[in-house]
C-alpha cells in the first residue's frame, strides 16, 4: 500500500533548527514531484518547498528561501526539509504531497512548534 509518512518534527526555539522526513512506502518517490506544506492553526495549507521529479529542480516560497533546504536521497526513498532559523511564524503542521500522471498523496502531517 502506498504512503507517505513524516517524521521529524517537535518543538525548537526561534532561531533552532529541525530536519523533517518524508518516506514513501509502496513507491519511488524519485519519480514524483515531492512538496512540503505546511498549515498553521486557523489558515490555509501553504506549499513551503517541491523538488520535481528526475532533475529535482527546487523551489522554495519567498518566505523561508535561504532557511529551508529541500533535498532527496533516492537510496532512502526519503526527502527531506532542512529548516534553519526557525521562526515563531513557521509553527505549523507540516505535510509532504507526491504527485505524479494524476496521482496524489498525502502523509498524516508533523507538527513544527517554534517558541521560547
Known amino acids: 500500500q502506498e504512503q507517505l509518512v513524516e517524521s521529524g518534527g517537535g518543538l525548537v526555539q526561534p532561531g533552532g533548527s529541525l530536519r523533517l522526513s518524508c518516506a514513501a512506502y509502496?513507491?519511488?518517490?524519485?519519480?514524483?514531484?515531492i512538496g512540503w506544506f505546511r498549515q498553521a492553526s486557523g489558515k490555509e495549507r501553504e506549499m513551503v518547498s517541491c523538488?520535481?521529479?528526475?532533475?529535482?529542480?527546487?523551489f522554495y516560497v519567498d518566505s523561508v528561501k535561504g532557511r529551508f533546504t529541500i533535498s532527496r536521497d533516492t537510496a532512502k526513498n526519503t526527502v527531506y526539509l532542512q529548516m534553519n532559523s526557525l521562526k515563531p511564524e513557521d509553527t505549523a503542521v507540516y505535510y509532504c504531497?507526491?504527485?505524479?500522471?494524476?496521482?496524489?498523496?498525502w502523509g498524516e502531517g508533523t507538527l513544527v512548534t517554534v517558541s521560547s
Open positions: 504531497n507526491a504527485q505524479w500522471s494524476g496521482v496524489d498523496y
Open positions: 509502496g513507491f519511488t518517490l524519485e519519480y514524483y514531484a
Open positions: 523538488i520535481s521529479a528526475g532533475s529535482g529542480r527546487t
